[in-house]
């Protein structure tokens, strides 16, 4: 070869490949199928979220505008809404709702009953009672059958008044890889959606270990015999195959409630149930008692939206559901009147005689 030709050094500069840069590289080689791309990043997960509403119409804007708010693509998302017994607006909101976002999720499913609007053996709409309770029983295994129908990866079930403030949550729990795990949610007492204790029977019992996890002092995911209102099912778990909100196990003999028979079927599967409090996840309205009405229902969850206001933004309502402007009052008093917020001036005092 004449001397000066740069062939040598240009096959040497062909054979090292591209220089270093940003990405992986490519592989090089002769032949075509010896030089190929790098493979592309998996596809985030499917997920299908379970909402079951009754009476919430008061609650829905800002627990549907945090839902909106979770940073988990939509398309990869899908919808189980479900309405029963409600005398309220719930009904058309969420129907409102659902037309408007259809769109930008990748399945609705709408499951309203409009009659009747309330259970024969209740006392009011805040009663439990056992016809409730198995409806609502009913409608949860509903949800999961669905999501099992559709292949979906988690399945996220959120009460309609609990908010979750932190558009990490899904992505959060995700990462705890657990079968069962819930986010553990702040009221303005001291409840949340965790047991910490259970008695022989399937009730409550106050335990010492329940005031610390509550109040943060230990931070971590901690096994717990109980969570409900809000929670992730990890359905790629093969024992999650096993887990049934209806009917109840065939062994089943303590109450006849849809979160200690959902419990029950974790034990019977040896499925641990989680609860965590690394983040503040959200918030959740305390519970009423049997005789409360619906004001007293909205009248508690204005305290959870005050409770939100302390550390954070307040709860954004959904862009998609109409919310009544809000009207002056005087709130029962005949006047109202703003003071100057400065301080007076200070008095010079008079001069000594």
């Known amino acids: 070869m004449a001397a000066g030709r740069p062939w040598p050094l240009l096959l040497l500069a062909l054979a090292a490949g591209p220089g270093p840069g940003p990405g992986p590289r490519p592989a090089g080689g002769y032949f075509p199928e010896e030089r190929w791309s790098p493979e592309s990043g998996?596809?985030?997960?499917?997920v299908a979220v379970a909402l079951l509403a009754r009476n919430a119409a008061h609650a829905l804007p800002a627990a549907l505008g945090a839902l909106e708010r979770l940073r988990h693509p939509k398309e990869r998302t899908a919808l189980w809404v479900a309405v029963d017994h409600s005398v309220d607006n719930t009904t058309a909101l969420l129907r409102e709702w659902l037309v408007r976002v259809r769109g930008l999720y990748h399945r609705?499913?709408?499951?309203p009953m409009e009659e009747p609007l309330s259970y024969p053996d209740e006392e009011g709409p805040k009663h439990w009672s056992p016809s409730r309770?198995?409806?609502v029983m009913k409608?949860?295994?509903?949800?999961?059958?669905?999501?099992?129908?559709i292949w979906a990866d988690y399945l996220l079930f959120l009460d309609a008044d609990n908010v979750l403030t932190n558009p990490d949550t899904l992505g959060l729990l995700m990462a705890e890889n657990k079968t069962v795990v819930a986010p553990m949610l702040d009221s303005r007492a001291a409840y949340s959606n965790f047991w910490c204790g259970m008695t022989a029977q399937g009730y409550y019992r106050r335990t010492p270990a329940?005031?610390?996890?509550?109040?943060r002092e230990r931070r971590g995911c901690f096994a717990v015999p109980m969570v409900h209102s809000t929670f992730l099912?990890?359905?790629?778990?093969?024992?999650?195959?096993?887990?049934?909100?209806?009917?109840?196990?065939?062994d089943y003999a303590w109450a006849f409630d849809d979160i200690i028979v959902f419990a029950f079927s974790c034990r019977q599967a040896e499925v641990q149930m989680f609860v965590c409090n690394r983040e503040v996840y959200g918030f959740l309205p305390v519970p009423l008692r049997s005789h409360s009405t619906l004001r007293d229902e909205a009248e508690s969850f204005l305290h959870v939206q005050l409770e939100i206001m302390v550390k954070n933004p307040p709860a954004e309502p959904s862009p998609h559901v109409w919310v009544p402007p809000?009207?002056?009052?005087?709130?029962?008093?005949d006047e109202l009147r703003t003071t100057d917020p400065k301080p007076p001036p200070a008095r010079t005092p008079p001069a000594a005689p």
Request: aromatic letters at 10%; a positive charge.
């Open 210 to 215: 329940y005031l610390p996890i509550r109040k």
């Open 42 to 46: 998996l596809r985030p997960p499917r």
């Open 108 to 111: 609705v499913e709408w499951r």
């Open 326 to 333: 809000k009207v002056p009052d005087k709130m029962g008093f």
């Open 139 to 149: 409608l949860r295994q509903a949800a999961l059958d669905s999501a099992r129908a």
């Open 233 to 250: 099912l990890d359905l790629r778990k093969e024992a999650s195959r096993a887990l049934a909100f209806y009917p109840p196990h065939p």
């Open 133 to 135: 309770y198995e409806h």
